[in-house]
C-alpha cells in the first residue's frame, strides 16, 4: 500500500534525540529555543514559541487574546476538530462561514456578515497547506479590530503574495507526526507582537516569568527538548520536503483526469499537506476509495462531517447548522498522497488507479 503520509526519520533525526537525553535537559531547553529561533526565520516574525502541540498553541494563541466566554470566533467548518475545540475551550462561540469550492478555504466574502457585537476573532485554517486569501482578511480584522488567528497547522512555508502563512496574524502551527514538517508531537505560536509572544510564553508555563510566581494562571503546554531536536532536524528538511511536494503535485495535475484535481491561483503558495481531489457528479465516494485502498493507492478523507455536526458541537447547542458548500465538499473529497517519500512508479500507480475508477 502506498501510504497517505510517511514521516520521514533520518540519522539526524535520531542522532539529535540522543544527544538530547546525554546532555540530560529534558525539557524546554537549548533544543527549543532554537527551534523556535529557526521557526520564527521561516516564518518571517520575530518571535516563535514552542508548544506541546497544535491544539495547546490555537488554545494559547486564543487566551493570549483575551477570548473567553460569550466571545465569538468566526472560522470554518471544514476543518480538523482541534480547530474548533480550541475555540471552546476558551468558553467562546464558534460561528460558521462556509467555504469556498474551488480552495476548500474559508469563503472570505462570506465573512463579514458574520460580524456580529460579540465577534472578537477571526480563524481562518489555510488547509491542505493552501493559503486564505490574506488581503481580504487582514482588511476585514483589520477594520473591524478583531483578533487574527490562523490555523497554520498544514502550511508550514506556504505564503500569500511572497509572505508567509502565520506572519499575517497570530500563527498557530503543529509539529504532529504527519504534518509537513514534524517533531512526534508540536506546536508553534508565530507573531510580530513582543506584548502577544511574552503572554503566550507565561500561558505555557503556568504563568509564571519568575520561578514559582504566578502572575496568571496558565498550563503546561511546553514542549520537551526531544521532541524540540526531531524538529530542527526536520526544519533543515523543509525546503527539500516542500520542493518534492510541489513537484509530486504538478505531476498528479498533470496526469490526473477523471476526477476535479485541485487548481493554484497565481500569488497562493501551496504546500500541499494534502493532495485533495473532488470525486464529483454524485459517484459514490466511499466505493472509489475502497477500490483504491484495494488496489494499494492509501486515502485519506480529510474530513468526512462538518465541525458543527460533530457531537460537542450539538451537545453545546451549535449544531444548528448547515452551510451548502461544506455538506458538498465532505461527500466529494479524496486526499491522495502526496509526500516526499513518493517514488515515480507510486505517482504513476496512484494516476493509474485514479483513471480506473
Ligand atoms: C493537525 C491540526 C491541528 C492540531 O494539531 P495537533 O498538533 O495534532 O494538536 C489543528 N488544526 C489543523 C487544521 C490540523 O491539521
Not at 247 to 263: E, G, Q, W
Amino acid at each position: 500500500m502506498i501510504p497517505i503520509s510517511k514521516p520521514f526519520i533520518g540519522e539526524e533525526e535520531k542522532k539529535a534525540v540522543m544527544e538530547v537525553l546525554d546532555s540530560g535537559m529534558l525539557v524546554q531547553g537549548p533544543r527549543t529555543a532554537q527551534l523556535e529561533e529557526k521557526f520564527a526565520a521561516v516564518c518571517g516574525v520575530p518571535h516563535a514559541i514552542a508548544t506541546s502541540n497544535g491544539t495547546t498553541a490555537l488554545h494559547i494563541a486564543l487566551l493570549a487574546h483575551g477570548i473567553g466566554p460569550g466571545d465569538e470566533v468566526i472560522t470554518t467548518p471544514f476543518t480538523f476538530m482541534a480547530s474548533i475545540s480550541s475555540i471552546l475551550y476558551t468558553g467562546a462561540r464558534p460561528v460558521f462561514v462556509d467555504i469556498d469550492a474551488e480552495t476548500f478555504n474559508l469563503d472570505v466574502s462570506q465573512v463579514e456578515d458574520a460580524i456580529t457585537p460579540r465577534t472578537r476573532a477571526i480563524m481562518p485554517v489555510h488547509l491542505y497547506g493552501y493559503p486564505c486569501d490574506m488581503d481580504v482578511l487582514t482588511g476585514i480584522a483589520g477594520y473591524h479590530d478583531l483578533a487574527l488567528i490562523e490555523d497554520s497547522a498544514q502550511a508550514v512555508g506556504a505564503a500569500f503574495k511572497g509572505k508567509p502563512t502565520g506572519s499575517f496574524g497570530t500563527g498557530c502551527f503543529s509539529l504532529y507526526a504527519t504534518k509537513n514538517v514534524m517533531s512526534g508531537e508540536g506546536g508553534m505560536i508565530t507573531t510580530s507582537d513582543p506584548a502577544l509572544a511574552r503572554k503566550c510564553r507565561m500561558i505555557r508555563n503556568h504563568g509564571m516569568e519568575r520561578r514559582y510566581y504566578h502572575d496568571m494562571l496558565g498550563y503546561n503546554f511546553r514542549l520537551s527538548d526531544l521532541h524540540a531536536a526531531i524538529g530542527l532536524a526536520q526544519m533543515d528538511r523543509l525546503a527539500d520536503f516542500t520542493a518534492k511536494r510541489r513537484a509530486n503535485a504538478a505531476y498528479l495535475n498533470a496526469h490526473i483526469t477523471s476526477v476535479v484535481t485541485p487548481k493554484v491561483k497565481s500569488g497562493y503558495e501551496h504546500v500541499w499537506h494534502q493532495y485533495t481531489v473532488r470525486v464529483d457528479g454524485g459517484r459514490d465516494r466511499d466505493a472509489a476509495v475502497k477500490q483504491l485502498n484495494d488496489n494499494g493507492v492509501g486515502t485519506g478523507i480529510f474530513y468526512p462531517v462538518p465541525a458543527y455536526r460533530q457531537t460537542p458541537l450539538i451537545e453545546l447547542g451549535f449544531g444548528n447548522v448547515s452551510l451548502p458548500v461544506t455538506e458538498q465538499a465532505v461527500k466529494e473529497v479524496i486526499s491522495l498522497p502526496v509526500h516526499p517519500q513518493l517514488t515515480q512508479e507510486d505517482l504513476e500507480k496512484i494516476v493509474y488507479e485514479v483513471h480506473r475508477l
